[in-house]
Structures are given as C-alpha cells and as structure tokens.
C-alpha cells in the first residue's frame, strides 16, 4: 500500500470535501465517520501524510505523535466517554482490513461493544 495524495482523508485535510469536525489542532484533525458503527465513533488523523500506524510511528515528530495521542483521549472525554468505557482502533495494511491509505484511529463507544475480533469462520 502506497500513500495516495487523492486519498479521501487527504482531501478532506485540503478542505477539498467536507466533514463533520469534532476538534482540530496544529497536528491532528478529528471528524465524525461518515458510517458510524457506534453511537460516538470519531476518526483522528495526523495533518501529515502518513500512511499507516507503521508508517506514523516511525517517521512522525514526537510532537506529532503526542498530538495524536493527547486527540485522542481529547476527543473521548469530550464525547463523556471516559466513564463508561471506550475503543481505539487503528486498522493497519491487509490483514488489519486498511480502506483508506492516510492514517486513522478510530474511537468508538457509546454502547457496550462486544468482544475485540470476531472469531474467524473456519
Ligand atoms: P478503515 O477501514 O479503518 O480504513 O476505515 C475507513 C473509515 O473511513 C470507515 O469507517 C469509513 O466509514 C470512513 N470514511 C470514509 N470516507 C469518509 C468520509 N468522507 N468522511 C468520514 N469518514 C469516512
């Protein structure tokens, strides 16, 4: 997988298309998933082109990376999901079922959300 400048989140980034922002800051924009699969669930993203969770945690700033953390556990406590519980998903390259080629964490939660991977169908 190669990094796509035309990748959706990249255009989103340029403000080529629109999203439903939840927070913002020099490093990292949040948005609400446009298919959400829980009642709160909110992508975060690195403003840098980054691939993936490999790609990101090898190449960005320390201050990017403490960004992308600290949205995070921003974006969850707004959302008043610290109490109750709550999911960080980055899924990363083929196996981890990656769609868009620009680094997303998803956070989820809202709801009780089952156990972490469903059972592979033998
Ligand atoms: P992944 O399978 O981890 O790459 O997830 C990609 C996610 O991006 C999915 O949950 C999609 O619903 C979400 N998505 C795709 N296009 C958009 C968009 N334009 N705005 C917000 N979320 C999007």
């Not at 800051?25 to 082109?49: M, W, Y």
């Not at 956070?107 to 009780?112: A, D």
Request: proline share 7%; aromatic share 6%.
């Amino acid at each position: 997988m190669m990094y796509d400048p035309n990748n959706v989140f990249a255009r989103i980034l340029r403000g080529e298309i629109p999203c439903k922002k939840v927070a913002e800051d020099e490093h990292t924009l949040a948005f609400h998933d446009i298919n959400p699969q829980a009642p709160v669930h909110v992508l975060v993203i690195p403003k840098g082109a980054y691939l993936s969770w490999d790609d990101f945690s090898a190449r960005a700033t320390d201050a990017e990376q403490a960004a992308l953390t600290r949205m995070v556990g921003r974006v969850a406590r707004e959302a008043g999901l610290a109490e109750t519980g709550y999911r960080v998903l980055a899924n990363t390259g083929r196996d981890g079922h990656q769609d868009v080629p620009h680094l997303h964490l998803h956070v989820l939660g809202g709801r009780p959300l089952g156990p972490m991977l469903q059972r592979p169908r033998d």
